[in-house]
């Protein structure tokens, strides 16, 4: 039986797939996407689901949007690539879709909206493990690495106060270092496996040297998809009061110890030449998990992720000729 009418915005991107495939096992799903990034095909064969392409962007088209239970609000440009080659079409995005949608949002008084936000509205924060009480800001206005966090701080300063006054029940998620198959080739995970791969002449090899970005002791908490996806539905379906909540777990890892755990599973030695780190960049990105975890704890299934991931773009770099993946 179908309990809810749900649209998610942004639903053939990476997060947006799999998020969809989860909510449609009990609820009639809506995806609205301008497919730049994803593919309607990759829905083929599954229940409950309807697609629609639009630009987020076009106020017009989002108004004639049917009325739906809930919203879950993922549409925007990613890929640090974009942020710095890009950063005018990043904010046009974000700022034109917030503004469409929350107007939807209120227009047709639905109940539950679901705004995804990120980890780097953080920037550097002031203390790691980041709760979300810490201060979000903009480091340097003149870096276009900030467009993506920027956006993302006019979309939760829209979010809260244009449905401030309304019974509009509102949930702003920041996703920590989601991972996972098929999530594009500008993260650090596929770029990783990319240059070993090169170095390996296609994994032939049982020894590589790579060149990244930084010393290797960078550090990320990394959360494997499904997780993300678990915690987020939990906290609009079972959470009640609105609010900001970090999505992902607090286990910290260093770029030199992600790539020994992708050595283990290729079966290779990987040797790290460091190199200079990205202007912008943060040396750790790790949430603290208490706000969520005091409601319910989540298992952390990075290990086991991290396997699926990596062997799912080994088969596709030995099937496909990809030249280049890297923007560093």
């Not at 790691?128 to 870096?143: L, R, Y």
């Not at 990244?212 to 906290?235: H, L, M, P, S, W």
Request: aromatic letters at 10%; proline letters at 2%; a positive charge.
């Amino acid at each position: 039986m179908i309990k809810k009418k749900i649209l998610v915005t942004g639903g053939s991107g990476f997060f947006g797939f799999e998020l969809v495939k989860k909510l449609s096992n009990k609820n009639k799903v809506i995806v609205l996407d301008n497919n730049i990034r994803g593919n309607f095909d990759k829905f083929k064969g599954l229940k409950n689901i309807k697609t629609i392409e639009c630009d987020i962007t076009n106020q017009r088209l989002v108004k004639k949007l049917t009325k739906v239970d809930e919203v879950y609000h993922l549409a925007f440009i990613n890929g640090t690539e974009n942020f710095y080659k890009h950063p005018e079409k990043v904010l046009d995005v974000g700022v034109k879709g917030i503004i469409n949608i929350i107007e939807f949002v209120k227009s047709k008084k639905i109940k539950n909206f679901i705004m995804f936000s990120s980890s780097e509205v953080y920037g550097t924060p002031t203390s790691v493990p980041t709760n979300e009480k810490e201060m979000i800001k903009i480091e340097d206005i003149f870096n276009p690495r900030f467009s993506y966090s920027a956006g993302k701080i006019i979309s939760e300063s829209i979010t809260i106060n244009f449905l401030r006054n309304t019974d509009i029940k509102y949930k702003i998620i920041r996703p920590h270092n989601i991972f996972g198959e098929n999530m594009g080739l500008k993260h650090v995970i596929p770029q990783l496996i990319f240059k070993i791969f090169n170095s390996t002449n296609r994994f032939k090899l049982n020894k590589a040297k790579i060149k990244i970005q930084g010393n290797g002791k960078e550090t990320r908490a990394f959360c494997y998809i499904k997780d993300a996806v678990k915690q987020t539905i939990f906290i609009s379906e079972k959470i009640k009061e609105n609010g900001i909540f970090n999505v992902g777990f607090t286990r910290e890892t260093k770029i030199i110890d992600l790539v020994k755990e992708i050595d283990k599973i290729l079966k290779i030695n990987t040797s790290i030449i460091p190199g200079k780190g990205r202007k912008g960049g943060t040396l750790r990105r790790c949430p603290n998990q208490r706000k969520l975890f005091d409601y319910k704890k989540f298992d952390n299934n990075f290990i086991k992720g991290l396997k699926l991931t990596v062997d799912w773009y080994k088969n596709y770099y030995l099937e496909n000729d990809i030249k280049d993946v890297l923007y560093r």
